[in-house]
């Protein structure tokens, strides 16, 4: 059974980092292109950084800079290294799964439950 599961959320104050992890299971990243979305209270959930099954990465323009995604075939895990946490950044952090390429849309087949990442002093 393919399956997503998000981890490394908490709480930080503004100006720190988290490193969140995206662990595959019943299925290997070798073929899938692989995102993170995010949604905040009262919000659209959007689009924050995509991984492609080649290695290519893409960043929403507010996290550009501060965020890096990354793979790691061998443990078939995906990350999202944060820094410069911002309050704005507090969302419930998803996962995703899309074969082989990256989509603006939320066009994945198979979604995480979500990490909480709360930005506050």
């Known amino acids: 059974q393919s399956q997503l599961v998000e981890s490394g959320g908490g709480l930080v104050q503004p100006g720190g980092s988290l490193r969140l992890s995206c662990a595959a299971s019943?299925?290997?990243?070798?073929?899938?292109?692989i995102a993170w979305f995010r949604q905040a209270p009262g919000k659209e959930r959007e689009g924050v950084s995509c991984?492609?099954?080649?290695?290519?990465?893409n960043y929403a323009d507010s996290v550009k800079g501060r965020f890096t995604i990354s793979r790691d075939n061998a443990k078939n895990t995906v990350y999202l290294q944060m820094n410069s946490l911002k309050p704005e950044d507090t969302a419930v952090y998803y996962c995703?799964?899309?074969?082989?390429?990256?989509?603006?849309?939320?066009?994945?087949?198979?979604w995480g439950q979500g990490t909480q990442v709360t930005v506050s002093s």
């Open positions: 995703a799964r899309r074969i082989y390429s990256c989509s603006k849309s939320m066009e994945y087949s198979v």
């Open positions: 991984i492609n099954s080649s290695g290519s990465t």
């Open positions: 019943g299925f290997t990243l070798n073929y899938y292109a």
